[in-house]
């Protein structure tokens, strides 16, 4: 019996864990889209509805975001590079979408 007790305390703690990580990798993903969403506005001109969120991965050991976004309007990709503190407050917003565009060509050659 205490066993079974035990087993489901911890199963029951584990689960807990896993499921506060993810959600909590989630809403820091929003979070981050939307800082890129405020940095296109700005920078760029681009009205927040014709930007689509391509990819956004999560760099676990280095804590960072790399997010893909796409303007519908002109089909052009945007990459960038976020890091936000524990209280979702943004570090820096690094753009690098011509590092990518640079790659891109040096491959077609």
Known sequence: MKKIIL????FFIVVI???FNYFNIKSRGAVVFNYVEDYMETNYGIDRENITLVENNYRRGMG???IEVKDV???NYYFYEVDIRDDY???YIR???ELHLKNKADQER
């Open 73 to 75: 309007v002109t089909d």
């Open 95 to 97: 753009d690098l979408s």
């Open 89 to 91: 407050s943004l570090i």
């Open 7 to 10: 087993f489901n305390l911890l």
């Open 17 to 19: 864990f896993v499921t």
């Open 64 to 66: 960072l975001f790399e």
